[in-house]
């Protein structure tokens, strides 16, 4: 039943394959004393907040990469201490001090799979620390929140640049805000992140360097969701004015800017802005990301060269990346990915590394010189079922899908064990949907392992109870009605095994008697579905639902593409102009999120466990695995591509593995 995807044919592969090592790297120059920078987390409290360090100290001679240096000999480069900030962000090392050079090769899956490029790019206003909680300085240097919580203000790093050198300043977040975020053609509708008490947040400039957010109320929790937004091709709050004005009718000439939009062969203004915002598809917009695009991501070879102007050094003063380059080489689907990274041809990947591949990529290490890591999500389930609460197409069906001792039943008759060992190869956890133990979130074991027990005879119990006691000559319940009781359990073959899980999910429910149907989906179909309101039951990961404020897709029915109700999803985004109306717990989470945008930390981290009690009590997602590296953890690493955490914070919200500081990973020479 288990499908090992490529098991036995990747061994003989990976054995036939020889190690290609990566581009040779060249040696750091002797360390320098490091510039004046930020390296602590800035404090999120209003009374603690960071001050702005204004000082206008002189940074030290630094070391760049030997290919910037030559370049700024033959003179078409300014000088490091000309490109690097006053305070460039000192990033640590994981094992040591770098060497400069190399290519570091992956592979991609074409054009949808921009999340690969992105998560490399560590580029957000703020950021997650290495533990995916704590918020600290990245592009912003330092922040003050007021006494009444209603503004923050942000202090930018002075001599910051873009990567076509030039300044990055105040006006390029001004630009993001008024002409991107009030422009109703761009955003017609407004970030949910930047709204509280149902009103958008203002931004003001300051000065070059200081902007401010204000709100109606407070918002401490706008700190989060600057951390969480941000990396480029994204909601990032900033964007480079001096280049994307001429695409933007209240900056450009309107006979120019109608030349470039006939030329670009779109029918809309905005249609062209945003192409040409978008750095995956258009290498000449600026960015601040540590390395700028080359080749774009519609080519058969993805190429990102080192940034000159990037704004991070070592902790001795030597300007990151170390890496020059990164090469994404199209595949047509993630076996051959899988292929080769046993066969020792990527360098350093976890995106695509499917976790059914572990055992073989383990026999292969030795001969495609490698290690491979295991990093765990902090999601609390990858392997949820998603119960449709707003569900409308058969009613009978519908009755039982929200109803709670139904998916009560259903949650008692899963194997969770025979799950872990035949899908997750035991590396996960039987559990429901909460977050880590060693999160401030954690509600308690009594909610981490509700209804997990494997007992099929309560589960029968249940649902005799449910008056589904009647049964067809094949042993499948019946309805009141006669009609015989069909789930459809929806599984796309992405990621992880989750076709494999429905088809021992189903097995264990048609042994309680009730008929399943396993629905193996295209991607793009399921959400079609998704969002049409026509899934019963669908099986997905919920990374990211350790933040259940800022990432609560998965917690409450935040939009169309909530597994657990889209027409409330609908009605929540559209403050009640449509979709369906949530009643009773449903209620109550997303009262309990929107209460926890303007409340204190403290306050916050209680909410925050009710709102993982109500979903292990109402299992409208019953949890089956989790804790596992499912998603982005099962990290294939070559022997000499070093600096790479043992374990890393795995989640989309730290877009792993940019959690793991990209930038300061290297390839040592021996």
């Not at 799979?113 to 790019?121: A, F, G, P």
């Not at 919580?149 to 790093?157: D, P």
């Not at 073959?493 to 021992?504: I, K, N, R, S």
Request: include cysteine.
């Amino acid at each position: 039943m288990i499908r090992y995807y490529l098991l036995s044919v990747l061994l003989v592969l990976a054995l036939a394959l020889g190690a290609c090592g990566g581009g040779a790297p060249v040696d750091a120059p002797a360390a320098a004393e490091a510039p004046a920078a930020d390296t602590a987390a800035a404090d999120t409290t209003a009374a603690e907040a960071p001050a702005a360090d204004t000082a206008d100290a002189a940074v030290p001679a630094g070391h760049e990469a030997p290919m910037l240096a030559e370049m700024v000999q033959t003179g078409t480069l300014p000088p490091l201490d000309e490109r690097l900030p006053l305070e460039p962000l000192v990033v640590p090392v994981v094992e040591e001090i770098g060497q400069y050079g190399g290519t570091w090769r992956r592979v991609f899956l074409g054009p949808s799979d921009s999340q690969n490029i992105e998560r490399l790019q560590h580029d957000r206003f703020l950021e997650f620390d290495t533990d995916g909680f704590t918020i600290v300085p990245n592009v912003a240097k330092a922040w003050e929140v007021s006494e009444d919580g209603k503004s923050i203000t942000f202090f930018l790093r002075e001599g910051m640049k873009w990567s076509d050198g030039e300044p990055f300043t105040a006006d390029d977040i001004m630009f993001w805000y008024e002409a991107k975020i009030l422009n109703d053609e761009l955003s017609p509708s407004k970030p949910s992140w930047l709204r509280i008490g149902g009103e958008l947040g203002t931004v003001e400039k300051v000065d070059d360097y200081t902007v401010r957010f204000s709100f109606a109320q407070s918002y401490p929790l706008v700190l989060e969701s600057l951390a969480q937004e941000g990396h480029f091709g994204s909601q990032q709050i900033y964007l480079p004015k001096h280049y994307l004005s001429q695409f933007h009718p209240d900056y450009a000439a309107e006979d120019e800017l109608a030349q470039k939009l006939a030329d670009s062969g779109f029918e809309q203004w905005f249609q062209l802005f945003n192409q040409m915002a978008d750095p995956n598809q258009n290498p000449e917009s600026p960015v601040v990301a540590a390395w700028v695009v080359e080749s774009a991501i519609t080519t058969q070879r993805m190429v990102l060269k080192r940034n000159p102007y990037y704004w991070k050094v070592d902790p001795e003063g030597n300007q990151l990346p170390y890496i020059d380059e990164i090469t994404l080489d199209f595949v047509d689907n993630i076996d051959i990915a899988n292929l080769r990274a046993i066969g020792g041809e990527v360098d350093m990947q976890a995106r695509h590394i499917l976790i059914n591949n572990y055992p073989v990529l383990i026999d292969g290490a030795e001969k495609g010189d490698y290690r491979v890591l295991l990093w765990p999500s902090a999601g609390g389930a990858d392997a949820g079922l998603m119960f449709n609460q707003t569900y409308d197409v058969d009613p009978e069906v519908a009755g039982l899908l929200t109803n709670k001792d139904f998916r009560i039943a259903l949650s008692y008759a899963i194997d969770r064990e025979e799950i872990n060992e035949s899908a997750f190869l035991g590396l996960g956890q039987a559990r429901q949907l909460v977050p880590p133990s060693d999160s401030p979130l954690y509600p308690g074991d009594e909610y981490a392992y509700k209804y997990t027990e494997f007992d099929p005879g309560q589960a029968n119990e249940i649902l005799d109870g449910l008056g589904l006691d009647q049964k067809n000559a094949e042993g499948f319940r019946l309805f009141p009605s006669g009609n015989e009781v069909v789930i459809n359990l929806a599984a796309v073959p992405a990621f992880g095994p989750w076709v494999d899980v429905a088809e021992l999910v189903a097995s264990y429910w048609q042994d309680v008697g009730i008929k399943t149907a396993v629905d193996v989906q295209e991607r793009s179909l399921h959400y079609e579905r998704m969002s049409a309101n026509q899934l019963e039951v669908a099986i997905w990961d919920t990374g990211g639902a350790e933040h259940p404020f800022t990432y609560p897709y998965w917690t409450m029915p935040y939009a169309d593409i909530s597994r657990i109700g889209p027409l409330i999803g609908i009605w929540y985004q559209s403050n009640g102009a449509s979709g369906v109306e949530p009643d009773g717990d449903l209620r109550r989470v997303l009262e309990l999120t929107e209460q926890g945008k303007g409340v204190s930390e403290e306050e916050r981290i209680q909410l925050g466990k009710e709102i993982f009690q109500l979903n292990a009590e109402n299992i409208w997602t019953i949890g089956t695995v989790g804790l596992s590296p499912m998603v982005m953890g099962v990290v294939v690493v070559k022997n000499n591509f070093r600096n790479v955490p043992d374990v890393a914070a795995n989640s989309v919200v730290v877009q792993t593995p940019g959690s793991a500081r990209p930038e300061q990973f290297f390839f040592k020479q021996d």
